[in-house]
């Protein structure tokens, strides 16, 4: 049956929304690294984003500014009605950071003030990035897809600008900073087939080995296995491969050993693998002197513990980010649990929870090394958000939309 001019209008008008989010969130990816490249060594040895320079935090300032406020523009509706279409655990995470705003009203006016502007601009961005998933598969798939393209370029520009890694470090980006948009890049990837894809995978992964960052080698590596075990059926070829990958662990661990800096006296398995047990101890102290927590980004690099897990307790207490971090696992289980369950879904349909299930996975592993779990402003933060919040109905939602699109002229589907 043909559409109507009414509703031919309509369709151009919701691809010209679409397009305006799309764009939107591309160049919030950008502007989460890019900046980083200007990065001086002064700064090398900072922990986090948000120490590493004006450029830096202008940008992502400025990247979650321009993609809220046209999710807003776009797709109001959507976004008033986000908070309704969550699962219970994720809806609950959500009631909890609100709750936390209480913490906030202890300490120095200013610093209860920033702590409540940080703690909205949290619940926002969460229920904005849930909105992306309310895209069309095409639109999403090509959404992530590009995404995985210009984080992987972000690497390629910082070795071509600052050169080689030296110490770990390529010019002024510490190595963990350096890695992190590469394992996004690895994870967005897999939402997308093909051998563009491919190919940012294996440039991600081994611009990650030249830094060395552990988490981001055994994120991608991790993504990649779980991917490929709930996406694909478990062949023998696969028990065989698995079983010669581990066999070949054995002649190659000089090697290994190597690329993971397992012989740098500063990183070695006697600190805990981590290097950062020091850290560890002073998050547990703040845990034990703030058990009821301190609010939202108000813990100090060393009171945080360099650790997602540790810091959400720090930040958000024994009870409140407890329960946090069990409501993560059970989000995680519960895309686990879609990932492997049988049902009619289409091949598409299959990948996307297959590719959420293991960036989950990662990005979970990530935070045992990361300086947070749920934050704001880098690329991990934003990451891990986006595959967190996803509502329930998105899939089906999507498939009815495909479903109305088929009548429509080729080119308005776009």
């Known amino acids: 049956m043909p559409m109507t001019s009414g509703a031919l209008t309509d369709l151009r008008a919701s691809r010209v929304r679409t397009a305006a989010v799309l764009v939107s969130f591309w160049a919030w990816c950008g502007l989460l690294c890019f900046p980083m490249i200007g990065i001086t060594e002064d700064y090398a040895d900072v922990p986090t984003v948000f120490g590493s320079g004006g450029n830096v935090l202008l940008g992502q300032i400025a990247g979650l500014a ?63 990035l849930s909105v992306v998933w309310t895209l069309e598969l095409d639109d999403l798939e090509n959404g992530l897809g590009i995404a995985s393209v210009l984080f992987c370029l972000f690497g390629v520009s910082a070795l071509a600008i600052l050169g080689l890694p030296e110490n770990r470090n ?120 703030h058990p009821l927590g301190i609010g939202f980004k108000r813990a100090t690099a060393f009171e945080s513990g360099h650790n997602g897990y540790l810091k959400t307790i720090v930040e958000f207490g024994v009870l409140g980010g407890g329960l946090i971090i069990f409501l993560f696992g059970a989000s995680l289980a519960g895309a686990g649990i879609e990932a492997v369950r049988p049902m009619r879904k289409r091949l598409r349909e299959r990948r996307f929870a297959c590719a959420r299930f293991a960036g989950l996975v990662a990005l979970g592993f990530g935070a045992f090394f990361q300086p947070q779990l749920l934050s704001l402003g880098d690329a991990f933060g934003m990451s891990l958000l986006i595959l967190l919040f996803r509502p329930r109905t998105t899939l089906a939602s999507s498939r009815a939309m495909e479903t109305h699109l088929g009548d429509a002229p080729a080119a308005v589907r776009g």
């Open 66 to 128: 321009l993609f809220v406020a046209t999710q807003a523009l776009a797709r109001p509706f959507e976004l008033l009605s986000s908070f309704g279409r969550l699962s219970l655990a994720q809806a609950a995470i959500i009631v909890i950071i609100y709750l936390s705003l209480v913490l906030q009203l202890q300490g120095e006016e200013g610093s209860a003030f920033i702590g409540i502007f940080y703690t909205s601009l949290l619940l926002l961005t969460a229920l904005t």
């Open 170 to 289: 390529v010019g002024g980006i510490q190595p963990n900073l350096f890695a992190a948009p590469l394992l996004v890049a690895f994870i967005f990837s897999q939402f997308r087939p093909g051998l563009v894809g491919i190919a940012v995978r294996i440039a991600c992964f081994v611009m990650v080995a030249l830094v060395s960052s552990r988490f981001a080698m055994i994120g991608c590596v991790t993504a990649f296995v779980v991917h490929e075990l709930t996406f694909r059926p478990l062949s023998p070829w696969k028990i065989a491969a698995l079983g010669l990958g581990f066999l070949a662990l054995v002649p190659l661990w000089p090697q290994i050993a190597s690329i993971l800096a397992l012989d740098d006296p500063s990183r070695d398995l006697s600190s805990g693998f981590t290097g950062r047990d020091e850290y560890w101890y002073s998050a547990l102290s703040t845990i034990t002197n």
